[in-house]
């Protein structure tokens, strides 16, 4: 069975900084994209970063300069690197991990004051 644990969030001001892990468990980590979303109170989810086997990467026009996607395939890790924080930036991240079916974490609640 495929675990996804997302763990990092918290409360940050603006400028700061934060990191997300998630932690997969039971997957084909190293031969599926992963991906980290958000979604913000009232607003739809929406894609923040993706990270492909090869470790090609892809941003939201939002994060990018300021978000670094990377992972850790001996862990089976994901990480989101989280620079220069902005409050528009509050929401709960979620890992994803693309495959048939798709996957995807509890979430962890990132809020950026201003």
């Known amino acids: 069975q495929v675990r996804l644990v997302e763990s990092g969030g918290g409360l940050v001001q603006a400028g700061g900084s934060l990191r997300l892990s998630c932690a997969a468990s039971?997957?084909?980590?190293?031969?599926?994209?992963m991906g980290w979303h958000r979604q913000a109170p009232g607003k739809q989810r929406e894609l923040v970063a993706q990270i492909w086997p090869g470790d090609s990467t892809n941003y939201a026009d939002s994060v990018k300069g300021r978000f670094t996607i990377s992972r850790d395939k001996a862990e089976n890790t994901v990480y989101l690197q989280m620079n220069s924080l902005k409050p528009e930036d509050t929401a709960v991240y979620y890992c994803?991990?693309?495959?048939?079916?798709?996957?995807w974490g509890q979430g962890t609640q990132v809020t950026v004051s201003s």
């Open positions: 039971g997957s084909t980590f190293r031969a599926n994209v």
């Open positions: 994803h991990e693309y495959g048939s079916p798709d996957y």
